[in-house]
């Protein structure tokens, strides 16, 4: 008996993307976890450019807030890689910026969500807490190697014809 090869291309598909976002939101919650007894409640979680801390959230929303934002795109950018797939082995062009840009995205939002934790666990409150301008290069970085990461996980593309 013949088999579709599109339930495997499709899982595939789903568990290549959505990968680095469930280890986004373990390392998220093992880093909140570790610090939650030095946070501060209100948490520090928008900071002006200069990096001082310009928007708070409560420490009981911080992590619904967080797995939100990693939630959303990695589900959005799942859906659009396994519509650009289509099922087929090799996947039709695109899906490989589409792994590569949902690596980097979720790259740059780990590197920030649990910075944030740092820096709050470090300062007396969240009024005190600084996110220097380092921390966002760091970011930054973080995400063009997840996303060179993303792209080598993808494989191949098939050419079209």
Same mark, same amino acid.
Request: aromatic fraction near 4%; include cysteine; charged fraction near 10%.
């Given at each position: 008996?013949?088999?579709?090869?599109?339930?495997?291309?499709?899982?595939?598909?789903?568990?290549?993307?959505?990968?680095?976002?469930?280890?986004?939101?373990?390392?998220?919650?093992?880093?909140?976890? /570790?610090?939650?007894?030095?946070?501060?409640?209100p /948490?520090?979680?928008?900071?002006?450019?200069g990096?001082?801390?310009?928007?708070?959230?409560?420490?009981?929303?911080?992590?619904?807030?967080a797995?939100?934002?990693?939630?959303?795109?990695?589900?959005?950018?799942?859906?659009?890689?396994?519509?650009?797939?289509?099922?087929?082995?090799?996947?039709?062009?695109?899906?490989?910026?589409?792994?590569?840009?949902?690596?980097?995205?979720?790259?740059?939002?780990?590197?920030?969500?649990?910075?944030?934790?740092?820096?709050?666990?470090?300062?007396?409150?969240?009024?005190?807490?600084?996110?220097?301008?380092?921390?966002?290069?760091?970011?930054?970085?973080?995400?063009?190697?997840?996303?060179?990461?993303?792209?080598?996980?993808?494989?191949?593309?098939?050419?079209?014809?």
């Amino acid at each position: 008996m013949k088999m579709s090869a599109r339930p495997a291309t499709y899982r595939r598909s789903v568990a290549v993307v959505l990968a680095p976002y469930l280890l986004c939101c373990a390392v998220f919650l093992t880093v909140l976890l /570790v610090l939650r007894d030095r946070l501060p409640d209100p /948490v520090a979680t928008h900071f002006t450019g200069g990096g001082r801390a310009d928007g708070h959230t409560s420490l009981g929303a911080l992590p619904y807030v967080a797995l939100g934002l990693l939630v959303v795109p990695g589900a959005v950018l799942t859906a659009c890689a396994v519509a650009l797939n289509g099922g087929r082995a090799g996947g039709k062009p695109g899906v490989r910026p589409v792994t590569a840009l949902a690596y980097g995205v979720a790259g740059l939002l780990a590197v920030l969500l649990t910075g944030l934790l740092v820096v709050n666990a470090r300062a007396a409150s969240a009024e005190d807490a600084r996110l220097p301008l380092g921390a966002l290069f760091a970011a930054l970085a973080v995400a063009v190697a997840a996303a060179g990461v993303g792209a080598l996980v993808a494989g191949r593309e098939k050419p079209t014809a």
